[in-house]
């Protein structure tokens, strides 16, 4: 069904980044405009996604070009799902840098460009042509670079070069393999490529194009031996910044790995172990990685890894239960990441560092707000009834089914050291005492109420959303399922985008 | 000219991965150009080379008579070259102030000692 409402999402973020560019150096006005243009967003999201639950797939044919030869923007479940979640991880954001980002920052453009690095986002999820995904990854890693960089201390510039590096390094793989990709098929429509594809007799051909889309998402949502680059940058920028990188970007890898896997190249029996294989190192390597971290930040990085891990897994198993996993999982990573390092910066107002030796004594001095952050670590580690434990359960008995014992122990493993770094965490931030010889620079209680508000509300909101999901994973159950069936049988997709002329 | 320009891509990508491979910054710039220019030139390649044969209906005719050259890929490199033009330009900056900061052209110089930030 065609719908022109699809685009919503990216233009609103499009439009309050430009009226920010107009209001240039005038911060106050540009933190109202972040703030009503990021909950506009939202209400746009929420709209697509009950239309796209009820109505089912929806596109829109970029100036009326027909599907394969035009520009085509599909809005199926997954995609207006993961929009709503963007949106809402945005909003929380979005709210939450009006107090936690310095206005230095602000005078030289942070608003904007996290507007477009949000339109870049939704873009990803919203498009259904392989080359507007690769331009829209552009957007997003142009916008990321700049907020890497914007305040240029020593620290951040040196992250950032590994980042830039990594991150080129793997648009060009990405653009490699489109282009073999269109070599074989002469189409970039995603839905007329998983038709074509199936009349392509060299096999081998197919497997090593795979292989390039598989290196390049695989660097941005940071897979096993491409992983380095995030540890080693996610820690410098600011918290609000290292948010919505830590929540967004690496998952917009993990996304478009679903929608080029289960559309273009349906994973074979070297792919699944592959991944199979991937998943278990990533898991095992970012664990290692978090254990011996003492700071906050860089223990939350390896844990972004570490989980990333779960999901690469469930893509490997490629399942209906599996995806059914991931899927959840995704969501529920969205939201809880974001709001970890969300809780990193609010932390550090506190206290003035991040590091786990001098901080202490959190809870004996703010008590609410601790219980508040102490749902969002049990939502990470997935304590019952809360959101990180009902995709594990999928993800368990699938690998047990298809005896995948080496990822139902790293599974456990997993799920063991995140348990075992947060307990370490929550002991050493908010039960130890104060050290005695730390001198504690608090910048949060000199704020007015407004500001401890605006640093609060956005954990606040977000960890409402992860009990929703958590406690009604009923309904959430419900949603993975019908978009495990449209990931697995892709029909109703490739219907929905080329008309009935193919089928 | 596929030949050629086959073993143009091949130098191309083997000559962007030695230099990504090496220290030096500026070394690492001129791979991630060499490995962009490299792509483009695939894609120029993989979309088929039609020589003197723009992709024009004549009036008289209302559908393509012949082979023609297929439009899409130069479509597609000058969207990938405009893209790859933009992050060269950032990486330039990035590059040139990190090497004003930490004064070293090396790339294992960068690791400073994490300092906080808000």
Known sequence: MIDNHILGPVFIHLFTAILQLVAWRKTATQRVISAIGSFLGLLVAIRLFTKVYTTGILTLNASNWEAPFGIVFVADLLSSTLVLITSLAGLA?????????????????????FHFLVMGLNGAFLTGDIFNLYVWFEVIIISSFVLMTLGGRKTQLEGAVKYMALNILASTFFLTGIGILYGITGSLNMADLSQKIKLVNNQFLLGITSTFFLIGFGIKSAVFPLYYWLPSSYHTPPSAVAATFGGLLTKVGIYAMLRVFSLIFIPDDFTRNLLMVLAVLTIITGCMGALIKLNIRRLFSYLIV?????????????????????LFYLFHDILVKTNMFLIAGLIRHKRGTMDMKSLGGLYA?????????????FSLVGIPPLSGFWPKIFLFKEAFTLEYYAFVAALVFGSFVTLF??????????WKDVPANVDIEDKFEPLPLARKILLVLPIGILAAATLFIGLNAEEIVQLVDRISDQLLDTSAYVQAVLGNQNL | MELLLIILIGLLYGAGVYMILRRS????????????????????LLGGITKGKPPVIDEAAKMFQDVYADPIPQALIL???VISFALTAFAIVLLKRVYALVDSDDLDDLNTPEEEDI
Not at chain 2, 27 to 41: D, E, R, S
């Open chain 2, 79 to 81: 969207t990938a070259i």
């Open chain 1, 93 to 113: 954001v979005s709210l939450f840098s009006s107090t936690g980002i310095s206005r230095q920052r602000m005078l030289y453009g942070y608003f904007p460009i």
């Open chain 1, 365 to 377: 001095q703010y008590p609410k707000t601790s219980l508040l952050i102490a749902i969002v670590l």
């Open chain 1, 306 to 326: 570490c989980h990333i891990g779960f999901m690469i897994g469930g893509i490997g198993m490629f399942t209906k239960v599996a995806l059914m996993g991931t």
């Open chain 1, 421 to 430: 770094v947060i307990a370490r965490m929550w002991s050493e931030v908010f």
């Open chain 2, 25 to 44: 910054m500026v070394k690492l710039l001129l791979g991630i150009m060499f490995l962009g220019t490299g792509a483009n030139v695939l894609i120029f």
